[in-house]
């Protein structure tokens, strides 16, 4: 495997803006047989950078610099690879054509500052920006590939796919032997990291030369399995199953699968919103959610995923008892004897909400976000989640309440709060549906 090394150049990334190229660019990368093994941020200054750009190509086989590469005055990426290779910076017309076909395109021509972009260091090869207008560039040096790409995520991205990953893999023989890094992300709810922890050492994950992560948030636990490895030039075609790492991971997802499979929600960039959203889609079930402490967040999260219209119905805010009332017909007094916090009123909350918009499930959420209001009878982090079913004229109505207890800040409360409510449905989609 190869070393790869990330600067991120932009001194806004200093303080007022978080650096979030890297993680993209990292797993590129290592799909491409190239681990991530330093990155660093550095400013708008070109001697920074230099210094930079020198420590890493002495340790790093493949350096990725995004960001700088603009028109204005203080984006000076180029200049700086420049002066740390020793390289002149040329003029290459083909490195702004793009650029010049796009604006004639509009009726405008570059400015001089623009064509400045056109200028790359020599010997480098240009990468063509398919989506912005500057180029990026890449060049051996000392053994060492030295790539530049914007800034602007979205070109940093694309370009890093389209144009960087061929000239990375074409370099590759040379140095990784076409070696792969693979992985694998479960995310996990309703189990902690340290449980995670102890049930996966029973799967023997080390033992099979694979890499296990585990990743805590409000959302849950996200476990990462990492493999390394070539395709085995064997004629066995069985060794060379083995030998792959795509291989060998699918065989460790398994054995995680059965171990803690029901904790499971989503793999890879799935959310849990996207996979309830789709057992509800395909089974044409509809759903209105109630919601208290979470003030609108399922809501939320539910419409970001596209074409949620097909079965989310309506989200309704019941932040106040009167609410709980007026909108969904929790009784005055039911609220009184047990409060709004309770497993009663949870359960009151999803029927009230079905019936009301007739859909054929409602969903419901109240708790205690805090950071005050508790007690020690109900803590803050006491959260009660309800669900209410009824799918046809003829179907039985179906109730479920789960309570929850969690910790964190009032922001943690409200996601995790949501993460579960989202969960049970989930569940019982699994449970009820059949296939
Ligand atoms: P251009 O000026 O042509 O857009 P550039 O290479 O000069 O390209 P920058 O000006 O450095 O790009 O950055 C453009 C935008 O992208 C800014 O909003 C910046 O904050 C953001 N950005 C740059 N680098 C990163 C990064 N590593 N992570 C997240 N955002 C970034
Ligand atoms: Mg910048």
């Not at 040379?174 to 799967?203: P, Q, W």
């Not at 009167?322 to 009784?331: C, E, F, N, Q, S």
Request: glycine share 12%; proline share 5%.
């Amino acid at each position: 495997v190869q070393r790869g090394e990330i600067i991120a150049v932009g001194s806004e990334l200093l303080e007022r803006r978080l650096e979030t190229n890297s993680l993209f660019l990292a797993d590129e990368l290592g799909a491409l047989g190239v681990e991530v093994r330093f990155k660093s941020v550095v400013g708008d200054d070109e001697a920074d950078i230099v210094a930079a750009l020198r420590t890493a190509s002495r340790r790093a086989d493949v350096v990725v610099l995004t960001g700088g590469l603009g028109p204005t005055a203080d984006d000076c990426t180029r200049q700086a690879v420049a002066r740390a290779t020793g390289k002149r910076l040329r003029r290459l017309p083909e490195a702004v054509e793009g650029m010049v076909r796009r604006l004639a395109a509009w009726g405008r021509t570059p400015t001089p500052a623009q064509f400045r972009q056109g200028l790359i260091p020599a010997g480098a090869d240009v990468l063509a920006n398919p989506v912005g207008s500057a180029p990026g560039f890449c060049l051996r040096w000392h053994g060492c590939l030295i790539a530049a790409l914007p800034g602007v995520p979205a070109e940093a991205e694309q370009m890093c796919i389209t144009a960087l990953a061929p000239k990375i893999l074409a370099y590759a023989p040379a140095h990784g032997r076409g070696e792969r890094i693979e992985r694998r992300l479960l995310h996990t709810f309703g189990i902690s990291e340290s449980d995670l922890d102890l049930r996966l050492k029973e799967v023997g994950i080390a033992e099979a030369g694979l890499r296990l992560g585990l990743q805590a948030s409000p959302l849950g636990v996200t476990i990462a399995l990492t493999a390394c490895g070539r395709r085995s030039h064997s004629i066995d075609p069985a060794r060379q199953r083995q030998a792959d790492p795509a291989h060998r991971l699918e065989l460790a997802v398994q054995l995680v699968k059965k171990e803690i499979g029901t904790y499971i929600y989503a793999a890879g960039n799935e959310t849990m919103e996207l996979v309830v959203g789709r057992q509800l889609a395909a089974r044409g079930l509809t759903l209105a959610v109630a919601e208290s402490c979470t003030g609108g967040l399922i809501g939320h999260r539910l419409t970001q995923i596209p074409g949620s219209s097909a079965y989310l119905d309506r989200v309704a805010v019941c932040y106040s008892n009167r609410a709980k009332r007026d909108w969904l017909g929790v009784p005055a007094p039911l609220i009184r004897r047990v409060g709004a916090v309770s497993a009663e009123v949870a359960t009151a909350m999803a029927g009230g909400i079905r019936r009301k918009s007739r859909v054929s499930i409602g969903l419901s959420v109240t708790g205690i976000a805090g950071p005050d209001g508790g007690t020690p009878q109900k803590p803050v982090g006491l959260v009660y989640v309800g669900l209410n079913a009824k799918s046809g004229r003829r179907s039985r109505e179906a109730s479920l309440t789960k309570e929850f207890r969690f910790h964190g800040t009032r922001e943690m409360i409200k996601l995790r709060a949501s993460q579960a409510a989202l969960n049970l449905l989930r569940q019982w989609l699994l449970k009820t549906g059949g296939s």
